[in-house]
């Protein structure tokens, strides 16, 4: 599975990004999907998910802010990232998780650079 994510870049706080994530090599569909991110000298983070059937969760401080969506005909997950703050600024990547059936570990894509700043 290759997940390659896309749309990072420099923003004003207040403003909005987009981030894409778009997966080959696998049947896309029955992932969940999520996307995490790492501050500098931090640990990377949950921020939200996507299951295959279309269920969405959040960690709370993005609950409001951030949607997360997912076009299985495309093979593409999204992030959008709306009224952000200085404090998302951070590296963000996208997560696929098997189904837990499969006893395969998550994958990674290499990370997108997200910097809110004035």
């Known amino acids: 599975v290759q997940l390659v994510e896309s749309g990072g870049g420099l923003v004003q706080p207040g403003g909005s990004l987009r981030l894409s994530c778009a997966a080959s090599?696998?049947?896309?569909?029955?992932?969940?999907m999520g996307w995490y991110r790492q501050a500098p000298g931090k640990q990377r983070e949950y921020v939200a998910t996507i299951t295959s059937g279309g269920s969405t969760n959040y960690v709370d401080f993005v609950k409001g802010r951030f949607t997360i969506s997912r076009d299985n005909a495309k093979n593409t997950v999204s992030l959008q990232m709306n009224s952000l703050k200085p404090e998302d600024t951070a590296v963000y990547y996208c997560?696929?998780?098997?189904?837990?059936?499969?006893?395969?570990?998550?994958?990674w894509g290499q990370g997108t650079q997200v910097t809110v700043s004035s």
């Open positions: 090599g696998t049947i896309f569909g029955v992932y969940a």
């Open positions: 997560n696929a998780r098997p189904p837990t059936a499969w006893g395969r570990s998550d994958y």
